[in-house]
């Protein structure tokens, strides 16, 4: 399948190394192909230059975010969720629509000030879950994109073990999807079984997009109380 | 210990019998006594009338919410969330300087309108949370009883799981602490060895409470989907 990743952070990276290692045409979208590729120095992330990694990784294509998707079957939304809604505008409609997706994002809103912050193991300032409770970043492309098919899941972990479950415990452990299109679930359900998910849990319509959207707070204190991403929740019932 | 057990619902009951087993003085509080031994059908939410409970719990006592705090060491608040700092306020901070409160309770808003509501397994109207992501019901105890030892725990699973684990899967599974008193937080992980918790995580200070309270959603879900409560999650490391 023709599959475009927007984003070059670790998510997008995790994602269009495992979908090309299982036979999938992988683009990657950026903002400004130019910028991405001359970065030489880790980003706020510390995530590795993309060139150098690019380098290790051939026959993946990277393109800007409109030429990446237009060619594209299925996307996969891997730019910050504060982002998103921008990258889709710019992308435009028309190249959204029919198509599948799979949105991956924390719409983390790191500029609004908290009396109290938590914790983050980011540093500070400490990002807070904008929107939330009553709304989703995934119910919000949705109502932006009504033609495209979105399928919220993996956001809930992290960037590498979304795509390669198996390298924690042997991937017992659990992943939800959310979403209001019950043929684009199926699609993502079968790419998260591709991926080696065994426990896949369909929480029903994109509304419950707000519940798992809602786990980053305990994603970050987790982070922060065990010093490492290397975990995942279970579903033990 | 003596300990007062605030709410009279599924919660505070699976608290008192447990307690009561490991040798503990309980005392449940309720708003009127009268009221509550009075009541001869199924509460809101399911549970049988406490009467019919209590009678087969003879060494438990009922008192009204100020005095089953006035006499006891340690509180567990397990009033429905969006009732609790009116509960403790009427309690008066009086009866409850200087002691543990191990707050239990979810912030369920019922009452502002949603748009697009998640569906709720309890039916209508679907509760939302508030406060939520920059606040939350234990940090609001807090700040109202500044003298008060305030820690959340166990607001993320069933009643039935929260004060006996080994019912699930042989209790392989996880609870979370946060407060700001260490000493507090200490004697409520000794309480937690004693249910039988063996996977306790304390995430830090009572900030982190957001991050569980923010649970419920997923919890909702969950909930609906698998059709029972007999589940929980596992912090797969």
Redesign the interface.
Known sequence: MKIAVLGTGAVGRAHAARLTGLGHEVTMGTRNVVATMARTGPDAMGTAPFATWIEAHPSISLAGFTAAAARADLLINATAGHTTLGTLTAIGSGNLSGKVLLDTATPNDFTTP??????SPWGTPSP???P????SLA?QIQRSFPETRVVKAVNTLAAHLMADPAA??DG??TV?VSGDDTAAKQQVHELLTAYGWRDV?????L??A???E??Q??Y???T???G?E????????
Chains 1, 2 share one sequence.
Request: zero cysteines.
């Open positions: 908290v009396a109290v912050p938590m914790p807070i879950l904008s939330a409770v009553t709304d119910e924690l415990e017992d452990h939800f849990i369909d929480l029903g319509g509304t419950t707000r519940a798992t809602m786990i707070p305990l970050l204190a987790l922060g109380v065990l490492h290397h975990f995942n929740l279970k579903v033990v019932r």
